[in-house]
């Protein structure tokens, strides 16, 4: 069945995508009916996606178990690149984590998910791996918050609609009320924190990256571990670095995304002949 009205829909294309995203760390090799079963999909509609997949290269199949191939990196960096958020926001990343001795991180709203799309990290206590495409709820984190605060009131109703997936269970679930009342919170200081809401151990404080027009495109948070770094250590000395530098990523996405684009000169005319 479609799953959307829309007369250019492309299912066949809609399910390919789903086979890509049922892999994962708890499922990084399946058998076809593993594949079938994951993705909600009849057994010989999912053979000849995986088929469709391998020969693209971006599946490979060994003793009747399929895998993911790096190749599938490409679809995820070609955003990365076209966006050039490293580019843009390396270099104050890095300067964040020499100035707080913390990871920093970028991310941006995908549903009810962050997805992170730059980060520089330092060795430290972890409890839950992050590399960029890394996906969490947003509810529980101050990235999450922060860029939760930024919608309106429907966007909002909608985007918490939706069904996560990142496969992690929080260690807190606010109800609607709490939640309602923590993003005014934030959009009224301009920035959010979270002390061991997603998982045990895990703090940070999270501002937004603005463009031009003050709309939230991003944001960007210093990460501690509680048993490291205390919540007045993260508010009191690292919050204000992290504002600054808010400021100066918003600043460069700015000058970028505003900047004149590049022509091609057209080509002399033929003279006739």
Aim: proline share 7%.
């Amino acid at each position: 069945m479609r799953r959307d009205a829309n007369p250019d829909f492309v299912e066949a294309l809609a399910r390919g995508l789903d086979v890509l995203r049922c892999f994962g760390p708890e499922r990084p090799a399946m058998t076809l009916s593993e594949v079938a079963s994951a993705a909600a999909l009849a057994r010989p509609t999912a053979r000849r996606l995986l088929i469709t997949l391998e020969q693209l290269g971006y599946v490979h199949a060994d003793q009747g178990r399929f895998r993911l191939t790096p190749r599938v990196l490409e679809l995820g960096m070609a955003y990365i690149g076209a966006a050039h958020v490293w580019d843009l926001t390396a270099p104050h990343l890095r300067a964040l984590v020499t100035q707080t001795g913390e990871s920093c991180s970028i991310a941006q709203l995908d549903g009810s998910d962050i997805v992170y799309v730059a980060r520089v990290a330092v060795p430290r206590l972890v409890t839950l791996s992050v590399t960029i495409g890394t996906r969490f709820p947003a509810v529980q984190t101050s990235l999450g918050k922060v860029l939760l605060a930024s919608l309106g009131p429907d966007e909002l109703d909608k985007t918490l609609a939706e069904p996560g997936r990142s496969g992690i269970t929080p260690r807190r679930c606010p109800q609607r009320e709490e939640l309602d009342a923590a993003l005014r919170e934030v959009r009224a200081q301009g920035w959010a924190a979270t002390d061991q809401e997603l998982a045990l151990g895990i703090r940070s404080v999270a501002a937004a990256v603005r463009d031009g027009q003050g709309r939230v495109v991003a944001a960007v948070n210093v990460n501690a571990h509680a048993a490291e770094t205390s919540m007045g250590v993260l508010l009191e000395e690292h919050l204000p670095r992290l504002l600054r530098t808010a400021g100066a990523i918003g600043a460069d996405w700015e000058a970028w995304h505003g900047r004149p684009l590049e022509t091609v000169p057209r080509p002399p005319l033929m003279p006739p002949r």
